[in-house]
């Protein structure tokens, strides 16, 4: 098993910065693939962000040259740094590990960019 909790959500004006962060404990050695997918009302799930353990990252083109995903292994964290930060960005921000078996979900963390 494998446990999420993140923090660092919260209300931002556009234009502003945020950095969530996603601690994992339980079952470390079993995680490959950490990142975060994020869902806005009445859209679908996107993958935002997606970090290896060697740290190479993928994000969705929506977000490429703003967002910036790491992770310390050390810590079992992963972080997503969010700069310039828009409306359209606004969501519920979820973390996830993929094991073998199965993936695991942080509870999510509300993101809100507005004036």
């Known amino acids: 098993q494998v446990r999420l909790v993140e923090s660092g959500g919260g209300l931002v004006q556009p234009g502003g910065s945020l950095r969530l962060s996603c601690a994992a404990s339980g079952s470390i050695s079993r995680i490959g693939f950490m990142g975060w997918y994020r869902q806005a009302p009445e859209k679908e799930r996107e993958l935002v962000a997606s970090i290896t353990r060697d740290g190479n990252t993928n994000y969705a083109d929506s977000v490429k040259g703003r967002f910036t995903g790491s992770r310390d292994n050390a810590k079992n964290t992963v972080y997503l740094q969010m700069n310039s930060l828009k409306p359209e960005d606004t969501a519920v921000y979820y973390c996830?590990?993929?094991?073998?078996?199965?993936?695991?979900w942080g509870q999510g963390t509300q993101v809100t960019v507005s004036s």
């Open positions: 996830f590990a993929n094991t073998q078996f199965r993936t695991y």
